[in-house]
Structure formats: structure tokens, C-alpha cells
Nanobody, 119 residues
Framework: QVQLVESGGGLVQPGGSLRLSCVAS????????MGWYRQAPGKQRELVVT???????DYADSVKGRFTISRDSSKNTVYLQMNSLKPQDTAVYYC?????????????WGQGTQVTVSS
């Protein structure tokens, strides 16, 4: 089992910044993929960005150049720095941990943190 705890959401004005954190605990292992997804009201959950343990990153086009994912492997923590926020970034942001190559495949989610971009 892997537990994920997010923090850092809140209300911010357009153009502002927020930093989200996600701490993984439990049987995390050394090789995995972590990332952030988001779900706006009435919409499906969508990928924001993922990062592998060899630091490969995959960003959604909508956030490229504005959001940056980083990780601290010593703390099993990933961060999402969000700059130049737009009202359309408003959503619940979920942390995700995956090991799709495991048997059975592992896929865990955090509880979500609300990000609201509004003036």
C-alpha cells in the first residue's frame, strides 16, 4: 500500500502562483511514476504532469511553460510549482503514484486539494 497526502491548494488571483506538495508513504519502492492530475467541475480528470524516478517529465500542453514538477527522492515528495495561473486552472488537483509494470499494477491517488483561480 502507498498513501499520498497533498497540500498547498488555495485561492489565488489570476497571474498568481501556488506550490502543491505530495508526500508518499508506505511501500513506495525505488522506481515509480508520480504526477498530478486535475478535475474541474463537470469535466473528466485530466493529466497535468508526471515525473519518473529517472526524472523524465510529461506535461500537458495547457500547462507547459507555466507549471514545473520536481521531486525530492529522500522525502518521497513531489512538488508542483504553478505560475501564471489562469481561471481555467481551477480544479481539484490529485496526486498519483503508479507502478504499471508491477504484478498486479499499482495505482494510488491522494484525496485531492482544491485550487481556485479567481479575482
Amino acid at each position: 500500500q502507498v498513501q499520498l497526502v497533498e497540500s498547498g491548494g488555495g485561492l489565488v488571483q489570476p497571474g498568481g502562483s501556488l506550490r502543491l506538495s505530495c508526500v508518499a508513504s508506505g511501500r513506495v519502492g525505488r522506481i515509480y511514476v508520480m504526477g498530478w492530475y486535475r478535475q474541474a467541475p463537470g469535466k473528466q480528470r485530466e493529466l497535468v504532469v508526471t515525473i519518473t524516478t529517472d526524472d523524465r517529465r510529461d506535461y500537458a500542453d495547457s500547462v507547459k511553460g507555466r507549471f514545473t514538477i520536481s521531486r525530492d527522492s529522500s522525502k518521497n515528495t513531489v512538488y508542483l510549482q504553478m505560475n501564471s495561473l489562469k481561471p481555467q486552472d481551477t480544479a481539484v488537483y490529485y496526486c498519483n503514484y503508479k507502478r504499471p509494470w508491477s504484478a498486479p499494477p499499482l495505482d494510488y491517488w491522494g484525496q485531492g486539494t482544491q485550487v481556485t483561480v479567481s479575482s
